[in-house]
C-alpha cells in the first residue's frame, strides 16, 4: 500500500507518495510543481487567480494511482462527490498519457488542484500534442462501438464546467470542476432547495 507524507529537506517541501504499481515496483516521489502558471486556477469568470497545489507524475498509465492517492489526501469531499473527482481526474490523466507528448519516455503529466468558493477544480496539464498526430482535446463524435474516445464525453457529462486551455509553451490543459453539494438548512427557506 502506499502512503502520503510530506517531506521537509533540503530547503524544499515534496510531497511523497509511495504506490507500488507492481510486485516487483519501487516506491516513487511526485514532484511538486512551484511554476505560478501551473498553480494558478482557470477562472470563468473575472476575478484574481488562486494559488492551488500541484505536482508532476511520470507519464504513464500506472502513475494514475499515485495521483488518485494525492488527490484523496489533498481533497476533503463527501464519498460521492471525491469518486466523481477521482474519475475525471484519472480520465484525463490517461489521456494525456496516450495523446500527448506526456506519454513518451521522460514525458510528465501536472496535476493541479484547487478550492474554489462553492467548488473544487482540477487541471490537468500535458506536455503538448504528439507532434506525429498533431491533435488537441476535442469531443469525438459518439461511436457506441468503439473501445475508447469516452473521457470527455464523461467529463462533459459529469462536470459542472470544463475546458481546455492552450499554453504559449505548447503545453495544453484540460480542466474540470465540480460543485459542492449544497447542505440544507431546515426552516431557511431557498437554501438547499
Not at 482557470?42 to 508532476?56: D, N
Not at 500535458?126 to 470527455?152: C, I, K, M, N, S
Not at 464523461?154 to 490543459?173: C, F, I, K, N, P
Amino acid at each position: 500500500m502506499g502512503s502520503v507524507s510530506a517531506i521537509r529537506g533540503g530547503g524544499r517541501d515534496r510531497l511523497a507518495v509511495a504506490a507500488e504499481c507492481s510486485p516487483d515496483a519501487k516506491p516513487f516521489l511526485l514532484r511538486r510543481v512551484t511554476a505560478p502558471d501551473d498553480r494558478a486556477s482557470v477562472m470563468v469568470e473575472p476575478s484574481r487567480k488562486l494559488v492551488g497545489h500541484a505536482v508532476a507524475a511520470p507519464g504513464q498509465p500506472v502513475y494514475a494511482k499515485a495521483v488518485r492517492r494525492y488527490l484523496r489526501a489533498l481533497v476533503s469531499l463527501p464519498e460521492r462527490e471525491f469518486a466523481l473527482v477521482e474519475l475525471l481526474a484519472t480520465e484525463l490523466f490517461n489521456n494525456t498519457t496516450q495523446h500527448s507528448r506526456s506519454g513518451e519516455p521522460g514525458g510528465e503529466v501536472v496535476v493541479a488542484v484547487f478550492q474554489l468558493p462553492g467548488r473544487l477544480q482540477v487541471r490537468v496539464i500535458d506536455a503538448g500534442p504528439d507532434l506525429e498526430e498533431f491533435t488537441v482535446p476535442h469531443l469525438r463524435p459518439w461511436d457506441a462501438d468503439a473501445e475508447e474516445g469516452r473521457g470527455l464525453f464523461l467529463v462533459a457529462a459529469e462536470a459542472d464546467r470544463w475546458g481546455t486551455v492552450h499554453h504559449d509553451d505548447g503545453r495544453t490543459s484540460v480542466w474540470f470542476e465540480i460543485d459542492h453539494a449544497q447542505e440544507s438548512r431546515p426552516g431557511v427557506p431557498g437554501e438547499g432547495w
